[in-house]
T-cell receptor
Framework: NAGVTQTPKFQVLKTGQSMTLQCAQD?????MSWYRQDPGMGLRLIHY???????DQGEVPNGYNVSRSTTEDFPLRLLLAAPSQTSVYFC????????????FGEGSWLTVV | QKEVEQDPGPLSVPEGAIVSLNCTYS??????FMWYRQYSRKGPELLMY????GNKEDGRFTAQVDKSSKYISLFIRDSQPSDSATYLC?????????????FGDGTTLTVKP
């Protein structure tokens, strides 16, 4: 059972480059989300989705785009990478937004130089 | 001021010790309280979930919620080296549950053999 799968695990980007972090879940979960984790700032919600075709902003959405064309996939796009986006990114899913359990992926370590 | 404050640690204890991990919060609307365990270079995984005030026990782990003091704790009895990880508290309101939880910054625990 794969759960929540993120790729790539590690990435180095130059300032101004763009890239997409991929996230897929095989649990037929309605809710998917992206967090970033930084020292001293905990996990902060970037964007989330409550179903295919529906996305919304979280606490720190600036500089990131998302789309949800299928239930399974929820990619996070960085259009113009900045050093401030150096972080660890986690994709997560739950059965519904009101579900009690979030399942996290293993993380994507991104460095922007 | 952050909505959720977590004892920063790090915490280092000998094997077999009782560990107490703590969080305070300011939002009285929080009703769902979670503890996540995060091993190094891995995503968080749900450890304990509690609704409203009271205690919940699961094996060596006990989660305690005191809503009157806006204080939650996680106790680990007979701590093991395999408990070495970062522990994150998380909280959510009645309407959002897991979907938009607010996380603490985490406390890193090391259990020495």
């Amino acid at each position: 059972n794969a759960g929540v799968t993120q790729t790539p695990k590690f990435q180095v980007l130059k300032t101004g480059q763009s890239m997409t972090l991929q996230c897929a879940q095989d649990m037929n979960h309605e809710y998917m989300s992206w967090y970033r984790q930084d020292p001293g700032m905990g996990l902060r919600l970037i964007h989330y989705s409550v179903g295919a075709g529906i996305t919304d902003q979280g606490e720190v959405p600036n500089g990131y785009n998302v789309s949800r064309s299928t239930t399974e996939d929820f990619p996070l796009r960085l259009l113009l990478a900045a050093p401030s986006q150096t972080s660890v990114y986690f994709c997560a899913s739950a059965l519904t937004i009101s579900g009690n359990t979030i399942y996290f992926g293993e993380g994507s370590w991104l460095t922007v130089v | 001021q952050k909505e959720v404050e977590q004892d920063p640690g790090p915490l280092s204890v000998p094997e077999g010790a009782i560990v107490s991990l703590n969080c305070t919060y300011s939002n009285s609307a929080f009703q769902y309280f979670m503890w996540y365990r995060q091993y190094s270079r891995k995503g968080p995984e749900l450890l304990m979930y509690t609704y409203s005030s009271g205690n919940k026990e699961d094996g060596r782990f006990t989660a305690q919620v005191d809503k009157s003091s806006k204080y939650i704790s996680l106790f680990i009895r007979d701590s093991q080296p395999s408990d070495s990880a970062t522990y994150l508290c998380a909280m959510s309101t009645r309407n959002t549950n897991a979907g938009k939880s607010t996380f603490g910054d985490g406390t890193t625990l090391t259990v020495k053999p």
